[in-house]
Every structure is written in C-alpha cells, then in structure tokens.
C-alpha cells in the first residue's frame, strides 16, 4: 500500500517551459487535493477534486490547471512556468472529503523555475 | 473565510521537557481543527484532530491538544519532548460545512536540544 504517490521528486524549469506533476493514490479515497508550501506561508490550496469527473479552484489557482484523470489519479498542469512558482507541491487525497476527513499527503514535489 | 495563527515559528526545547505549540483560529463558528506534522523533506501527517467530540484530543506520539472555545485555541502539548519530536509542525483548519478544504497556520519548526 503506497498510499499517495507524486512524480517527479524533483524539477527545474526555465520560465515559460510547460510540465506536469502526477499524483496518484491506491487508497480508493474519492477526494484530491494539490496544495503549495512556501517559506513563512504554510500550505496553500490551489484545486481539489471533491470526486471523479469534478474539480475546483482553491485560494491560489492561477497560473495552473488541473486533471482528475480518474479515480487513482490526479494531475496538476503547469502551462508557462514563472519564477513565482517556485515552490514545493504536495498533493493528498481524502476518503470522501468530508469536513472531518483526514488528508493524507504525499511526499511532494520540488520545483525551481528559472 | 477561516483562518488560524501559530505564534512562534521556532520553539526550541530541550529533550524530556514539555512542548507547548500554540494555535489560535479565528471563526464565529468552531470549525475543526488539526494538527499535522512534517519530518524534514516529507509530506504531512496527521498527529490529531478534533471534530466535535471531547475537547481533550489524544494523539500520535505522545502529543495531545485541547480545543477551548472560549480562548479560540488547539494548543499542542507533550509532556515530555523526545528528539525524533524535531519537525515542523501545522495547524489547520476546516469549515463544518462544505468540502473538506483546510486552512494552514504558517508552521512552527521544534527543535529539541540534547
């Protein structure tokens, strides 16, 4: 049981360059989620998929798009890459994403541009 | 929208002495709350939460916190600090109604003195 997976560990970008960072979970849990960490701030939402086939924005979504590719997986879209998105990304997933529910996270990504 | 302050965003302790990190929210309405802890270069896990039940939450490792409405505070507490205690710690914060999006205090690195 893996839990909550995330491809790469690790990536530098210049600016303007395109990637895309997968998150995958074997815990048949219908809620996902790609937060930020940044220095001094904690982690910032920026979408979630409350179940397969939906998504929505978060507190800091611009700049990114999202894929709920289907159950298991859940992939965030860097379109053009801008030094502000330095930053570490951890995707987790919840069971049925309650308000009570516990996230369980992956062990991130971290992400230099450029 | 819910929002929660940790003040301190280092404490250091020395081992066998109490940790004490503090988590204050602000909503007219209690939310639930959580506690996560992040061991260098890994994602969160969650130490404890509470959602509505007994104040007094028992956690993983030793750690335990008290949910006071009338101070708007889940403190964290353990009696007595051990040195794989050193992590940076998060509280967070969730809404009782709506999706199970939390919101992160900015973090308190412990460091555990030997």
């Known amino acids: 049981n893996a839990g909550v997976t995330q491809t790469p560990k690790f990536q530098v970008l210049k600016t303007g360059q395109s990637m895309t960072l997968q998150c995958a979970q074997d815990?048949?849990?219908?809620?996902m989620y790609w937060y930020r960490q940044d220095p001094g701030m904690g982690l910032r939402l920026i979408y979630y998929?409350?179940?397969?086939?939906?998504?929505d924005k978060g507190e800091v979504p611009n700049g990114y798009n999202v894929s709920r590719l289907n159950k298991r997986e859940f992939s965030l879209r860097l379109e053009s890459a801008a030094p502000s998105q330095t930053s570490v990304y951890f995707c987790?997933?919840?069971?049925?994403?309650?308000?009570?529910?516990?996230?369980?996270f992956g062990p991130g990504t971290r992400l230099t541009v450029l | 929208a819910q929002s929660v302050t940790q003040l301190g965003s280092h404490v250091s302790v020395s081992e066998g002495a109490l940790v004490l990190l503090r988590c204050n929210y602000s909503?007219?309405?209690?939310?639930?709350l959580f506690w996560y802890v992040q061991y260098p270069n890994q994602g969160l896990q969650l130490l404890l939460k509470?959602?509505?039940?007994?104040?007094l939450v028992k956690g993983i490792n030793g750690f335990e916190a008290e949910f006071k409405k009338s101070e708007t505070s889940f403190h964290l507490t353990k009696p007595s600090a051990h040195m794989s205690d050193a992590a940076e710690y998060f509280c967070?914060?969730?809404?009782?109604?709506?999706?199970?999006?939390?919101?992160f205090g900015t973090g308190t690195r412990l460091t555990v003195i030997p």
């Open positions: 987790a997933s919840s069971l049925i994403g309650a308000s009570t529910d516990t996230q369980y």
């Open positions: 815990m048949n849990h219908n809620s």
């Open positions: 998929s409350a179940s397969e086939g939906t998504t």
């Open positions: 909503s007219s309405v209690p939310p639930y």
């Open positions: 509470y959602t509505s039940a007994a104040t």
């Open positions: 967070a914060v969730s809404e009782i109604s709506g999706a199970n999006n939390l919101f």
